[in-house]
């Protein structure tokens, strides 16, 4: 079970929006289980059309504050992009924490160091923004940090997002 967010309205209403023509989109999530020291990371390129660019995932012991898991986790998803030479133009994440971290460049001693990897891995892949969206409106995400934690490149949609991609795809025409 996800830890509830209680910045966040529970709209069942919102759907995932694609990103302009010819941009690409990254949808971040991290899953915590209450009673469990494993967390799952994951990230979710998709391209103007809907379609799944690239995703990676995967499970991790963490002992550290949410927070923190969540800066390490858009960490983690930007350097996969850089080194799969995927570059998104526009960032997703539930924390708003972690969205106010970067517009604010946060020097704070625990997360100061992750935040200025970030922002460098932002720059390298061309000057990124990032924004915050309900936990509902990423739900291929959300699904996929549950899931077996692997990477999936090209054009294999993990078969744990494919009904929720195929679900967002019908919405847009």
Avoid at 1 to 12: A, I
Avoid at 39 to 52: A, E, P, Q, T
Wanted: a negative charge.
């Amino acid at each position: 079970m996800d830890l509830p967010r209680p910045y966040s309205k529970v709209n069942q209403n919102i759907k995932w929006k694609p990103p302009e023509i010819d941009k690409l989109k990254l949808n971040i999530y991290v899953a915590v289980t209450i009673g469990c020291s494993f967390i799952g990371v994951s990230g979710v390129v998709r391209n103007s059309k809907g379609w799944v660019v690239a995703a990676v995932t995967h499970r991790t012991i963490s002992f550290y504050d949410p927070f923190i898991v969540e800066c390490i986790a858009l960490l983690e998803c930007l350097q996969f992009c850089f080194e799969s030479n995927v570059h998104p133009d526009l960032i997703e994440t539930d924390s708003t924490r972690v969205i106010d971290a970067i517009r604010e460049r946060s020097t704070s001693f625990v997360e100061a160091h992750i935040i200025s990897d970030v922002l460098h891995l932002l720059v390298l892949l061309g000057n990124v923004g990032a924004s915050f969206i309900a936990c509902q409106g990423n739900m291929a995400t959300h699904n996929l940090a549950s899931y077996d934690f692997n990477v999936c490149t090209n054009d294999t949609i993990p078969a744990c997002i494919s009904e929720v991609v195929m679900e967002d795809l019908s919405s847009l025409v």
